[in-house]
């Protein structure tokens, strides 16, 4: 029987966040993932090291640990395709990773041959109209495609 999409999307969430630990050292503060017919958005959320994040202050810096994690995720994107496959039961065609030094966020963007556009929003304000938690809002998308994303408890209730 195969796994429904959150059973695949918490498994899912749980690789990266392993892998993402054992490449670095440190865990992300909290793994999104978004899982549709021929696309999975894997969003690991505060995943830069203290140290990384010092460096990214500056251009410079920030140039180089973009290329670190793209080297990083190149090095060990075929053992995580090989996951995926396992978990579910698709091959992965095309991988691409995109690292945003000023939050810490690393997006992992697995499709079938799709674009694929992705847009970290900023973090909710006062001012802003809803101040759902991303768990909400990840719910309410999913019952638009009917594609249930997994958010772990860790998503801070302001949002990322």
Not at 33 to 57: F, G, K, N, Y
Not at 103 to 114: E, R, W
């Amino acid at each position: 029987m195969q796994a429904s999409h959150n059973d695949m999307a918490n498994q899912v969430a749980s690789i990266a966040s392993d892998f993402q630990r054992r490449r670095t050292g440190h865990a992300p503060e909290s793994v999104a993932v978004v899982l549709s017919e021929d696309t999975l958005v894997i969003t690991l959320h505060e995943a830069l090291t203290p140290a990384e994040q010092a460096m990214a202050r500056s251009p410079e810096g920030a140039a180089r640990v973009q290329d670190f994690h793209r080297q990083l995720f190149a090095d060990s994107q075929a053992e995580m395709c090989l996951e995926i496959k396992r978990i579910t039961g698709r091959h992965v065609r095309e991988a691409v990773v995109e690292i945003e030094t000023a939050t810490g966020a690393i997006v992992h963007a697995f499709a079938t041959g799709a674009m694929v556009q992705v847009f970290l929003l900023a973090p909710a304000t006062p001012s802003t109209p809803t101040e759902r938690s991303e768990t909400v809002v990840a719910a309410d998308r999913a019952a638009d495609d009917g594609m249930p994303p997994k958010v772990d408890g860790s998503v801070p209730t302001s949002g990322n």
